[in-house]
């Protein structure tokens, strides 16, 4: 939750012209879309959660795709200062770091709810390190880890020290490390070229 109402804003930082709709938006939509989420969770309609995380995810990631695009199409046309595209660039690369992390959360081995009803975390699309350390240990991945996993694809373009195992996570990490791509090397570049 606190990843996605931080998305919703860091909108506040991309120019008017650069996002989809009114500023304001996507910061009055996702808290609306959140409560369903926390009130089916709350009632152990796990299910019916699980599908209303989607839906909020899914709105959080459109907005920062559609963002990208309309930056990266504004940049031909020069009429973004070099300040504000860096800030926008940054909003975005972070924005792209935390959406995914959702995604990862939210998708990895049947989800939160399926992790939390196991006693240990032995199985998904990440090979996280501490699931290598032996039957004894009864770990499960958090949030966090997720962010780390997603902070290493769009700073190195890989997964570093956890290795994927699934063919969607595959997919989601080359998107996430494309959309990475587009923002620090074309945009912060473009950015720094004008200066």
């Known amino acids: 939750m606190v990843a996605l109402l931080a998305v919703a804003g860091l909108r506040y930082a991309l120019p008017s012209a650069l996002s989809v ?15 369903p989420t926390i009130l089916l969770h709350r009632t152990g309609r ?8 989607y839906l909020v995810t899914g709105v959080v990631t459109a907005d920062t795709i559609l ?14 200062p070099p300040k504000d595209l860096l800030i926008a660039a940054a909003g975005l690369w972070v924005s792209n770091i935390l959406v995914f992390a959702s995604w990862y959360w939210r998708l990895d081995a ?6 939390d009803r196991r006693a240990h975390h032995d199985s998904g699309a990440f090979l996280f390190p501490q699931m290598t350390l032996g039957s004894g240990q009864r770990w499960k991945p958090g949030f966090v880890d997720y962010l780390f996993l997603a902070f290493n694809t769009s700073t190195a373009f890989s997964p570093t020290d956890v290795p994927v195992l699934s063919r969607w996570a ?6 996430q ?18 200066l």
């Open 21 to 35: 709709g009114p500023d304001w938006a996507l910061a009055a939509v996702v808290p609306v879309m959140l409560i």
């Open 46 to 53: 796990h299910r019916a959660n699980q599908i209303a995380g």
């Open 67 to 80: 963002s990208l695009g309309l930056l990266i199409a504004r940049l031909p046309d020069h009429k973004e």
């Open 110 to 115: 049947g989800g939160p709810n399926a992790r």
């Open 170 to 175: 595959k997919v989601m990490m080359m998107l």
């Open 177 to 194: 490390a494309s959309i990475s791509l587009g923002t620090v090397a074309i945009l912060a570049a473009r950015a720094v070229n004008v």
